[in-house]
C-alpha cells in the first residue's frame, strides 16, 4: 500500500476485527477515521456481481463530480477490467480476502492520474460479508481534479491478500503489509486459485527441482560447471 489513506484505513480494519476473519458493519465508528473519511466508501452487494456504493466521501465523490452512492461500483471499468475486478470483488465477499488495485483514471479530456484503492471486508449480521469497506486516492494530487470528472478506469495491478496466512504487519522495506496475508503482496489474475485452509480452491504444487548435472549450490545461487556459452 503506497497511500497513507491506504495503510491507515487497514491499520483501524484489522484493529476492530481483532482475531475474526472481519469486523461486523456496527463496530466501524466513522469519527475513529475522520482523517480520511473524505476518500472512504462502503459497497453492498444487491444482488450476485451488482456491487453498488452505500456511502462515498466528498473527496471520493469529487473525483467523479458526482455523487456516487447507488451508483455501480463496475461503471467506468472496460469488460476486461470488470472481469477481473468482479473477481476480487466476489473473492473478498465470499472468501474473506481483501485487495489493493493500483489503477489509472481518465477524463473525457484526456487528464489522468494514478489512484489506489483498497478493498476489505465487513460483514453484516444473518448476511456474511455483504459489504465492502475500502477508500480510493490519487497518488498525486493533479490541479483539475474536482474539475473534470475521472470517466474511465485501466488497471495497473490487482492484489489479493488472503486471511490465513501469518505475516508481518510491515516489511523490512517499511511497507505495510498486513499480517494476515502473504509476507508480500503478490500480483495476482482474476482466475488465481485462493490459498485457504478448507477452501474449495487449493495452491497448486509447488514445482518439483530439477537435478541438473555437473552443478553445485552455492549461497542461494546454483553453479553449473562447464565451459563457456
Known amino acids: 500500500m503506497k497511500h497513507g489513506a491506504s495503510r491507515i484505513l487497514f491499520e483501524y480494519w484489522d484493529e476492530i476485527r481483532a482475531e475474526r476473519p ?9 469519527s475513529a477515521i475522520k482523517s480520511v473519511l473524505g476518500d ?9 456481481n451488482n456491487f453498488r456504493f452505500r456511502l462515498a466521501g466528498t473527496r471520493l465523490c469529487s473525483l467523479f463530480c458526482r455523487e456516487l452512492k447507488g451508483r455501480s461500483f463496475l461503471d467506468g471499468w472496460d469488460e476486461k477490467d470488470q472481469q477481473a475486478v ?6 473478498i465477499t465470499q472468501d474473506g480476502a481483501a485487495a489493493v488495485i493500483s489503477f489509472t483514471g481518465t ?7 494514478d489512484l489506489e484503492l483498497l478493498l476489505l471486508p465487513i460483514r453484516v449480521q444473518g448476511e456474511g460479508c455483504t459489504r465492502i469497506l475500502g477508500c480510493m486516492a490519487p497518488l498525486k494530487r493533479p490541479f483539475w481534479l474536482g474539475v473534470q ?3 474511465k478506469q485501466k488497471v495497473n495491478s490487482l492484489r489479493l491478500i488472503w486471511p490465513d496466512e501469518d505475516a508481518p504487519l510491515f516489511s523490512e522495506e517499511n511497507e505495510c503489509v498486513p ?10 489474475g482474476p482466475m488465481e486459485p485462493r490459498v485457504s485452509r478448507g477452501s474449495r480452491l487449493s495452491r497448486p504444487a509447488a514445482p518439483k527441482a530439477v537435478e541438473i548435472p555437473n552443478s553445485r549450490q552455492v549461497g542461494h545461487l546454483r553453479v553449473v560447471d562447464g565451459g563457456k556459452i
Open 22 to 30: 472481519a469486523p461486523e458493519r456496527g463496530d466501524i465508528q466513522p
Open 40 to 48: 472512504t466508501f462502503i459497497l453492498e452487494l444487491a444482488k450476485q
Open 86 to 91: 468482479t473477481a476480487m470483488l466476489s473473492a
Open 107 to 113: 477524463t473525457e479530456m484526456g487528464q489522468s492520474v
Open 149 to 151: 470528472a475521472i470517466s
Open 179 to 188: 499480517h494476515f496475508g502473504t509476507p508480500a503482496h503478490r500480483a495476482v
